[in-house]
């Protein structure tokens, strides 16, 4: 599995020297501020050169801190799963990182080994990703059959990376680790003299859950693990994700278009539109007060489950075309609340309470001749209801 | 939501169709018969959205592709427009013209390298367009799913519109040549979140304006309360519960549909999350005997296990395949339940 995460070859980037204490920007949940685990700065990427080039990822701001689950929700285009292959130095040809900074925080923060434990991401060579890569950092991605190695049972992907990154353990070991490993996400023993096409879709991206954890990664970036999948399944999936996080502690990057998934998921979510984050808010304070009429609009966009049945208007227009983006704010030609100067100049992301909450739109600048709506000013709730509050810290009781 | 009586255009009466598997034992290995749709029966009216809801592998699509004639049915009839259709004859030009399938990926349902023009000009020439009337026709074709300027639509390709263009395209096409039933195959699951409200309204407008009789195919039981005048779960090939309106959802009287809703992420509830019972219960297979969701069903009776449940009456033509409501209900077409129990298929 290791082998076939290999990268193309970077533009030279200059390593940046990385200063642990100062870069620490506002963290969004207080009491984390020294757990950083991934810290992404002013991150762009392209995709081609030149007067081609199309921006997919647009000066990105993101921190993960250990055992918290980040969701980044968005439409297809509209960056998240381009900047955690960047991140993570995944990307392809002719996706270029053009900016910005990328570390890993690999020690525990203010032990005397944590704080020089960071890893520059960007300037990384591949022997040193190799190192962290499933053994620090997994991912799943959202095929799991296109992941999978078809000709091969799922015992030797388990025996590939457990071999390559855990020398000393013997072949026996490697099968208990393995079969212990299936077991956590509730899969018999059986399963590992299978091959992928022999699984089911839940099946295969339950395997694929198993191997990331393989290493006890500290950070694991899914994306959308649950969109190929049935309501059933992805229902059962996330709970397993929740135990797991909650038994394991890892961190989690969830990226996703379902954004009512996230909400009961992640405890920070981010949403991107068209390579922009429009707003990063805690989950439920995000789903309770939207700031951004993109997040309003994508809230309002599924069904629900209860209450009278009243026509859904959803978000008119369609996702923007990367390479002609609109002036301005780009989502300003679908939005119910445009003014002049939407169309003219970009909203910076601002930061509007201390509990990190942040909206990139010219109706929050606070300029008194603009009159909030009512949907999006809405009072954030005071209190978390309780079984919502997630815990940052890792509880190592067994649920 | 409509004024005129609604009358039914296509129904299937009885519709199955089991594929044979060969076992892996070998060449003289007992043979298995997969029975993807088992005796569904369901009917199209005028003006109204019939919703059908399964998990992948529950045989929505295969019954999608029988009404469209596209699957030959093992057995069962089906009858348009109070005609009996010969399900063993090769389908006709004029019954593709009464019923259009919409397909769930609008990527690989339009010819990537002619222009939509050629796309929607197609149907209408071989549906008895001429070449003088041909360009207006696809152009009030394009009117009628709101993608205006039409001509800049028409001289487009495929790649260069989005997947809910895309999919208003595919409908478009699938309108020109007049239909009475629109059979449409998880239209919006390929599509990004804030354009699939906007094909879902779509289809409700069709239904209500032009009397359309939709069927509606899909996993999202929200999507299915939202549009749907009718709603139908199926379970490994079986119709489990079936209700009008948004009873099927408010009150689900199924085991298996009260899964499915509790699986649907809802923020409202936060206790989804927390009860979570990850006993991996959708890894179980589909019971052989007895009522096919009693290997993952939490309310299982001795019962279940033994003997097939008929479909019981639950109130206002709500009904559901299960024991749990064998009492003070009455079953319905037992007879038929019992033909196939005795393991006999009446091949027509």
Known sequence: MSESLRTEPLPSLSPRPVDSVTSRVAAPVVETTDDLILEVKDFSVDYGWGEEAVRAVNHVNLNVHRSQVLGIAGESGSGKSTLVYAITRLLRAPGIITGGEATLHLGERGTAQGDDNVLDLLAATQRELRKIRWSQVSIVLQSALNALDPVQRISSEFEEILKTHRRDMSRAERRVRAVELLGMVGLEEDRLARFPHELSGGQRQRVMIAIALALDPQLVIMDEPTTALDVVTQREIINELHELRSTLGFAMIFITHDLSLLVELADEIVVMYAGTVVERAPASALYEAPRHPYTLGLLSSSPPLHGPRNELTGIPGSPPDLSRLPSGCSFHPRCPYAMERCATEEPPLRTLDDSGRSVACWLHDDDPSVALPEVLARATPLRVPTSQTKTFVPTRSAS | MTTIEPTTVLEARHLSRHFTQRSTAGWFGAKRVNRAVDDVSLHLDTG???????????????????LARIVTPTSGDLVLNEEPIPIRSKRTLQYASEVQLVLQDPFASINPVHRIRHSLERPLLIHGATSRNVAELSEAALRRVSLEPASRFLDSYPHELSGGQLQRISIARALCVKPKVLLADEPISMLDVSVRLGVLNLLRGLCDDEQLAILYITHDIASARYLADETLVMYAGQVVEQSSGTTLIDEPAHPYTQLLIASVPDPTDPTRLASGNSDHRSLAPI?????????????????????????????????ARCWLHRDGTEAIDVSLSQRRQGGTITRK
């Not at chain 2, 109204?48 to 029988?66: F, H, Q």
């Not at chain 2, 309310?299 to 033509?317: A, I, K, N």
């Open chain 2, 48 to 66: 109204r959205v019939t919703a059908v809801v399964g998990e992948s592998g529950s045989g929505k699509s295969v019954l999608a592709r029988m």
């Open chain 2, 287 to 319: 019971a052989d005997t007895g009522c096919h969701f009693s290997s993952r069903c939490p309310q299982v009776l001795d019962v279940c296990r033994t003997s097939e449940p008929p479909m019981f009456d639950v109130g206002d033509g709500h009904v």
